[in-house]
């Protein structure tokens, strides 16, 4: 690692978590020194150090201003890496997600919380009162990345818009997900998962013909994606950053992120006027492929995406003469024969078992794979080999399990530091340790309920 820089080339990181640093010090000089007191850390305990390996983003200091997830889980995967994540709560409620999803024995915390809250500290300010905004403005100026995701405008009428942001850090990276984005004509409308599913075009494709569109199942996706082009965002400007000293902001629109894994659809309409329908659990460009039941009630996905696939079928059926180029054997005939070679394989699949059907599909070299169940996962080897699912003891609540970290890095692998913490956990050391306040100015600040 370069001294002074974060081994993915990004913006030079502050001090070292938890490190306190004068407001005169350069970006340069708070990043080395976060490194060298964090291999000063190494040096004196071996073990910890073998434990606590330094990561890509260690000495970075992100601010998570946001709610829920759409933004949020960004920081989340920052942290993972190593970036110390600042969770900027309101000091009464919190982030409502700490309420949202399967209650827990933590009062401040269900289960959807501890796992998407992960490896952050939180800390409370009210952003409405205005010494809770120059407390803000004073973490900014020794921070990286700022990640919001409030209806546009909000942060403007606390006054923290972008102006007074990049006067406090000319440096900062500023993540901004909303519904619809900065900018447009709808830009001021609320936004969610589901409305960004409907907005760009996916839930129109949910279901089957003529059914209503249903749910492309019930995960946030949407935020999760936004997040995912956020995450990318943040790590390209942090390198430009890095390079020219100069911050700017990363700007999505949830149903961006969504329209953007809509593969074909926009060149067939601009091309051909073609609009894609509803095709229950197939598709219009292969077949079989889709899901199909077994003699035990469980279910498969096949995708025969080729010709060469659908032969290893029709072998493994026991009827290879199905492959003949005067049959199925050509994709253009298996499609336009859908119905009848789609009714060849259910009636082959529901006259076995799951396990069976597996077994023969794998040993010939189809594609294929169940559908899962959570209770399927937590059994499934490869999932447990892959370490996809992390299991975490938390005080008062036992054994958590939650979705392991990803990517998977050869050199520098992720970890989970904590799950989703207390409100306020960290409130006292970062204003005391961080910002230089002192233990009075802090209680005063508790009283008046700015933190």
């Known amino acids: 690692m370069e001294e002074g820089n974060v081994s993915t080339g990004s ?24 490194l060298e007191k964090a291999r000063d850390r190494e040096h004196d305990d071996d073990e910890c150090a073998s434990e606590n390996p330094l990561l890509p983003m260690d000495g970075l200091r992100v601010i998570d201003v946001g709610t829920f997830l759409a933004g949020p889980y960004a920081a989340s995967m920052l942290g993972e890496f190593g970036a110390e994540v600042l969770k900027v709560e309101h000091p009464i409620a919190g982030d409502p997600m700490r309420r949202f999803g399967t209650a827990s024995k933590r009062h401040d915390a269900t ?12 800390v409370t300010l009210d952003l409405r009162q205005r010494e809770g905004v120059d407390l803000f403005l004073k973490l900014v100026a020794k921070s990286d990345v700022l990640i919001e995701n409030f209806r546009p405008g909000t942060m403007e009428e606390w006054g923290l818009g972008w102006n007074v942001l990049k006067d406090a850090n000319p440096a900062l990276v500023m993540l901004r997900v909303s519904g619809y984005g900065q900018t447009g004509p709808y830009r001021r409308r609320s936004g969610f998962a589901h409305i960004a599913h409907a907005f760009a075009g996916l839930s129109y494709l949910a279901g089957f013909p003529h059914e209503t569109p249903v749910l492309p199942g019930t995960s946030p996706l949407g935020d999760y994606l936004s997040s995912l082009y956020g995450a990318i965002g943040i790590l390209v400007a942090l390198r430009h950053s890095e390079a020219t000293g100069e911050g700017q902001i990363v700007d999505i629109g949830i149903y961006e992120a969504v329209f953007r894994q809509m593969d074909e659809i926009a060149a067939a309409y601009g091309l051909f006027g073609k609009v894609r329908q509803r095709e229950g659990a197939g598709s219009f460009v292969a077949v079989p492929h889709g899901h199909f039941r077994t003699i035990d009630d469980k279910w498969v996905a096949i995708a025969c995406t080729t010709d060469k696939m659908f032969e290893r079928l029709a072998a493994v059926m026991g009827r290879p003469e199905l492959a003949a180029t005067d049959r199925y054997g050509n994709q253009r005939k298996r499609l336009a024969a859908r119905d009848e070679v789609n009714r060849i394989v259910i009636d082959w699949v529901e006259s076995l078992t799951r396990d069976e059907v597996m077994a023969l599909c794998i040993d010939g070299e189809v594609p294929i794979g169940k559908l899962n169940s959570i209770a399927d996962i937590f059994e499934d080897e490869h999932f447990i080999a892959r370490g996809n699912l992390a299991h975490l003891t ?26 989703g913490p207390p409100l306020g956990n960290a409130t006292y050391e970062i204003l005391r340790e961080l910002l230089g306040i002192s233990a009075q100015e802090i209680k005063r600040l508790r009283q008046r309920k700015i933190i």
Do not use: M
């Open 11 to 34: 913006a030079p990181p502050r001090s070292a978590p938890g490190g306190s640093a004068s407001a005169g010090d350069s970006r340069t000089n708070n990043g080395e020194q976060g």
């Open 111 to 122: 289960l959807a919380w501890l796992s998407e809250g992960r490896n952050r500290k939180s």
């Open 394 to 419: 938390e005080e008062g609540l036992g054994e958590v399990v939650v979705p392991g970290v990803v990517p998977t890095l050869s050199a520098t692998p992720g970890r989970i530091s904590n799950l």
